[in-house]
């Protein structure tokens, strides 16, 4: 096996589920420059609480062509 170090164009990203994704394994990749995808179940009140997140990461895709990352904290 090859050690080849990480060229500045790969990307990493993480998929965790949401009830192990410690605020400290998310700082490490924010600093390590490594994504991640938070996995959340779906229900009813979860897919309720993010409709409208959903739909505004879905319109900007359509606009930008591109992934988007939308940060929002204390959704209630």
Excluded: W
Excluded at 19 to 29: H, K, N, R, S, T
Excluded at 66 to 72: A, F, G, S
Aim: glycine share 6%.
């Amino acid at each position: 096996m090859r050690n080849t170090p990480c060229l500045s164009e790969d990307l990493i990203i993480l998929r965790v589920d949401a009830g192990v994704a410690l605020p400290e394994i998310l700082q490490v990749c924010e600093h390590s420059g490594v994504g991640y995808v938070i996995d959340f179940a779906r229900n009813a009140v979860t897919e309720r609480k993010m409709s409208d997140f959903l739909e505004r990461a879905r319109l900007q895709f359509f606009k930008t062509k591109r992934m988007q990352m939308l940060l929002e904290r204390g959704m209630q």
